[in-house]
C-alpha cells in the first residue's frame, strides 16, 4: 500500500489498485456513472448523442468515452455513437472494436498462443538424459 494524490480532489490517500483516485471521488464517479445509464436507457429511444448525455448528466465527453471502451456502457443503435472501429471504421456502440473485428483479434491470439505452446519442448522430451538422481541407502 503506498500512498498518493488523487487525481480529482488533490487529496492524500491510500493507494491500493485501479485508478488513481481517493474513495470519495471514486464513489462520486460511481454515482455518475448510474445516473449516465439510466439517462440512457430512459432517452435511448429518442436518439441522442454523446455530447447530449454530457451536458444533460454534467459528465466530461472524454468520461463517457473512456466508460465505453471499458464496456461498461453500451449506446443502442438508435442512439449517435459518434465511434467508430479501431480497425475497420465501422460504427459501434460499446468497446474499441465492432464484434466482427473483436472475433477476429481473438481467433489470431488464439492462434498465437496455440502455436507458442506447440513450441515449448516438454520436460519429459529433453534428450540431454540429465534427470535427477536419488541415491538410496
Same mark, same amino acid.
Given at each position: 500500500?503506498?500512498?498518493?494524490?488523487?487525481? %480529482?480532489?488533490?487529496?492524500?490517500?491510500?493507494? =491500493?489498485?485501479g485508478i488513481e483516485l481517493c474513495s470519495d471521488c471514486k464513489?462520486? =464517479?460511481?454515482? %455518475?456513472? $448510474?445516473?449516465? %445509464?439510466?439517462?440512457? +436507457?430512459e432517452k435511448e429511444k429518442g436518439g441522442i448523442s454523446i455530447?447530449?448525455?454530457?451536458?444533460?448528466?454534467?459528465? /466530461?465527453?472524454?468520461?463517457?468515452?473512456?466508460?465505453?471502451?471499458?464496456?461498461? =456502457?453500451? @449506446?443502442?443503435?438508435?442512439?449517435? +455513437?459518434?465511434?467508430?472501429?479501431e480497425k475497420c471504421g465501422q460504427s459501434i456502440y460499446e468497446? *474499441?472494436?465492432?464484434?466482427?473485428? %473483436?472475433?477476429?483479434?481473438?481467433? $489470431?491470439?488464439?492462434? +498465437? @498462443?496455440?502455436?507458442?505452446?506447440?513450441?515449448? /519442448? *516438454?520436460?519429459?522430451?529433453?534428450?540431454?538424459? $540429465?534427470?535427477?538422481?536419488?541415491?538410496?541407502?
Open positions: 500500500m503506498e500512498v498518493k494524490t488523487c487525481k %480529482k480532489c488533490r487529496r492524500l490517500f491510500h493507494y =491500493l489498485t464513489n462520486m =464517479l460511481e454515482e %455518475k456513472f $448510474q445516473e449516465v %445509464k439510466e439517462y440512457i +436507457a455530447a447530449q448525455i454530457s451536458r444533460e448528466c454534467e459528465v /466530461p465527453v472524454s468520461q463517457i468515452k473512456e466508460w465505453l471502451e471499458e464496456d461498461r =456502457l453500451e @449506446l443502442a443503435e438508435r442512439i449517435c +455513437a459518434e465511434r467508430v472501429c468497446g *474499441s472494436f465492432c464484434s466482427l473485428c %473483436k472475433r477476429e483479434l481473438l481467433g $489470431q491470439v488464439g492462434n +498465437a @498462443l496455440r502455436k507458442e505452446t506447440r513450441n515449448i /519442448p *516438454s520436460a519429459r522430451s529433453s534428450d540431454s538424459g $540429465q534427470r535427477m538422481r536419488f541415491i538410496r541407502h
